[in-house]
């Protein structure tokens, strides 16, 4: 069955980085989209960014541009995000989403991303 493990999250300042990673297996990784949702604290899930098979399109939610980087290893079945600059606001549960679905179903368990001053 399909399985999405997200890791990496943590506590970090304002202006610091964190590496995201979603291990994937279940499926041809290598033939979807990929990508990633966050989930704030009493908000509605915001789409992040997402990736396609080739590694050759990438999509950004405004509020990440030029902050954050996607990117996948279809050798390890991985997928990534990089993110730099981090900012209070982008505290929240980080998902891994097979083919970029907005469906939870669709959904990794997810890894807590907190940035605090």
């Known amino acids: 069955q399909v399985q999405l493990v997200e890791s990496g999250g943590g506590r970090v300042q304002p202006g610091g980085s964190l590496r995201l990673s979603c291990a994937a297996s279940g499926f041809t990784f290598a033939s979807y989209n990929i990508g990633w949702y966050r989930q704030a604290p009493g908000e509605e899930p915001e789409g992040v960014s997402c990736?396609?098979?080739?590694?050759?399109?990438?999509i950004y939610s405004d509020s990440v541009k030029g902050r954050f980087t996607v990117s996948r290893d279809n050798a390890l079945n991985m997928l990534y995000l990089q993110m730099n600059n981090l900012k209070p606001e982008d505290t929240g549960v980080y998902y891994c989403a097979m083919d970029c679905s907005p469906k939870q179903s669709d959904w990794g368990q997810g890894t807590q991303v907190t940035v605090f001053s």
């Open positions: 990736i396609d098979p080739n590694d050759e399109n990438t």
